[in-house]
């Protein structure tokens, strides 16, 4: 702690440093605080997270049971990386356009013959993994993320998220192949 003399008034303040204080510029600033007796000087905190960003949460437990017990593969973690900038709020994975994901798009998407993503897709959908769920339309499939292990949106619609991707599941149950 040291002293300053207020040249205005002649006062004797006193000058306690601190990296506490957020400074926006490149150069150091003194800046001076009128405390009361008794009073503290709180630290600086941050604003609050605001609703208008946009964020996908990731369950660390889920994920880490996955990774540890060595359930993935690599062209899974690959394309679930991958799709992850493509998760909508309602879970489904849609491009720019809002057009799904289905075979071919995650062929596209990743380089690979669409042989090579129907087998990562279903693996992925497998009742021992069940990352993706499965939405049938006529003949195309379309992939939902289970928002047990990714979620985006707001946590009060989590609950719903996971009764849609629930039905997903057992709607798929028994209709075979992906191909």
Do not use: C
């Not at 000087?41 to 990731?58: D, G, L, N, Q």
């Not at 540890?68 to 799709?83: A, M």
């Not at 491009?95 to 992925?124: C, I």
Request: aromatic letters at 10%; zero cysteines; glycine letters at 6%.
């Amino acid at each position: 702690m040291s002293q300053y003399v207020d040249r205005e008034t002649g006062e004797i303040i006193d000058v306690i440093e601190s990296g506490h204080f957020h400074n926006g510029t490149d150069e150091a600033r003194k800046v001076i605080v009128e405390v009361a007796p008794g009073q503290r000087v709180k630290p600086f905190r941050p604003k609050k997270f605001e609703k208008m960003h946009e964020f996908t949460m990731v369950f660390h437990a889920s994920n880490r049971e996955m990774v540890r017990n060595k359930r993935l593969s690599d062209d899974e973690k690959s394309l679930l990386f991958s799709i992850l900038i493509f998760l909508d709020y309602d879970q489904y994975v849609k491009d720019e356009q809002s057009f799904y994901f289905n075979v071919n798009r995650v062929a596209e998407l990743m380089g690979w013959s669409r042989q090579r993503a129907a087998r990562v897709l279903d693996g992925l959908t497998a009742r021992d993994k069940r990352l993706l769920g499965v939405t049938k339309i006529g003949r195309e499939k379309y992939y939902m993320l289970n928002p047990h292990f990714i979620y985006r949106g707001d946590t009060s619609v989590l609950a719903t998220a996971v009764r849609l991707f629930e039905q997903a599941a057992i709607d798929n149950e028994g209709d075979g192949d992906i191909t």
